[in-house]
């Protein structure tokens, strides 16, 4: 695995909780009987997310279990050119999403504690900033 190490792990830390994320390859579980996704360990709970739906299933034992399949986005995203509306996987929201797991990634290559400016949308670490994107190759150039 990656640095030399057994499991990967990034810690987040947000106001009014900490959340830690490892990585773990070809592990026995078999999450359900599915073929992958991610799972999410709390206090409380345990989240199964993939992109049939999720599940929630309580800590310890008699505790009801919540199963939620979701709609298929390609079906979504024609929907919404029809009606006009925002698409359920709309580009902000993954972007926040999806930025936090970026970040991570970052942390983990640079070895190096990171704090996002969310204002700016930047890292403040100017060490950091780096690795936010890669050589650009010729003839190709991004312009914005």
């Avoid at 079906?75 to 972007?95: G, M």
């Avoid at 996002?116 to 890292?123: G, L, V």
Wanted: proline fraction near 5%; hydrophobic fraction near 35%; aromatic fraction near 10%.
């Amino acid at each position: 695995m990656a640095f030399d190490e057994a499991m990967p792990r990034s810690i987040y830390a947000y106001p009014g909780f900490v959340a830690t994320y490892e990585n773990c390859n070809a592990n026995g579980q078999s999450m359900f009987n599915k073929g992958g996704g991610i799972l999410f360990h709390g206090s409380e709970a345990a989240l199964y997310l993939d992109r049939e739906g999720y599940r929630v299933v309580p800590e310890g034992k008699g505790g009801r279990q919540t199963a939620v399949r979701s709609t298929s986005s390609g079906n979504d995203l024609l929907e919404c050119v029809r009606s006009r509306r925002r698409p359920a996987n709309d580009i902000e929201k993954c972007f926040r999403s999806k930025f936090t797991c970026l970040l991570g990634k970052v942390a983990l290559r640079s070895r190096m504690r990171l704090d996002w400016d969310a204002e700016r949308e930047t890292i403040v670490q100017p060490e950091g900033v780096k690795w936010m994107s890669r050589p650009e190759r010729d003839p190709w150039k991004i312009v914005v």
